[in-house]
């Protein structure tokens, strides 16, 4: 994809994601745009960031050693299933990571954030709509999750995050943004200490603006600006 095109993507992602937030009655401030780069080579990265892109995500470990140390003044967000075995590898490279799916990986994160003395934050994994391809927690198994994942001192949870069905009709999500944000303010009410519930990392090009209707706070927009992988 040429250049000039990565700079009008964003410039509509941008306007489309405004629109969303004055339907919403939200300030604009309030949601980030994570531009998902996975697959894409650091040129488009780059084109990106002499646009004014901060947030890059990115699903393979892999692929955040590649570009990270690049542009290690860019936040990058792990946003893919992410393996215990390589949880060394990234914990000191990203500014969030999105998908942690089981009590197991963040004690995991845990064990190497002490390790380094770092403290890590975390998104858990909601299976919202519970697909079998998907990873993440289900509804019903979150509560407990949170208060355990909780007592880890090196391990702060930011919020929630959801990666919706795919759907022709970005409506068909809305009850699944919804219920996220309803479960992120139940967790909120209970102040537990460590807990934030400040994130709510939901939205992708084919319905973010949906879920900025919703409350969204962060949404992660790959094809919508880098073109289809
Ligand atoms: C690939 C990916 C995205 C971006 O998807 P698009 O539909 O290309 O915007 C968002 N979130 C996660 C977790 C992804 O893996």
Not at 17 to 28: N, Y
Not at 92 to 112: G, N, T, W
Not at 185 to 211: F, H, P
Request: proline share 3%.
């Amino acid at each position: 994809m040429a250049c000039e095109k990565i700079r009008e993507n964003i410039e509509q992602v941008k306007q489309n994601m405004r629109e969303a937030c004055a339907r919403a009655g939200r300030k604009e401030d309030d949601v980030t745009l994570i531009a998902v780069s996975k697959t894409k080579p650091l040129s488009m990265v780059e084109e990106a960031i002499s646009c004014g892109q901060m947030d890059f995500g990115e699903n393979k470990v892999q692929e955040i050693l590649e570009k990270q140390p690049v542009h290690p003044d860019r936040r990058w967000h792990m946003i893919g299933h992410l393996q215990r075995n390589k949880v060394k590898q990234v914990i000191d490279k990203v500014e969030l990571i999105h998908s942690v799916d089981s009590v197991r990986l963040a004690e995991q994160i845990e064990e190497e954030a002490k390790k380094r003395g770092i403290e890590v934050k975390i998104l858990l994994e909601v299976n919202v709509a519970r697909e079998e391809s998907k990873f993440g927690f289900f509804l019903e198994e979150l509560m407990d999750a949170v208060e355990t994942i909780a007592k880890l001192p090196h391990v702060h949870i930011q919020g929630l995050m959801t990666i919706a069905p795919f759907v022709e009709n970005p409506e068909e999500n809305r009850l699944v943004f919804r219920k996220l944000r309803e479960v992120c303010i139940d967790i909120q009410q209970k102040n537990i200490d460590n807990v934030t519930m400040s994130v709510l990392s939901m939205g992708m090009t084919g319905d973010y603006q949906v879920a900025i209707e919703e409350g969204s706070t962060m949404i992660r927009v790959g094809t919508g600006i880098f073109g289809t992988r």
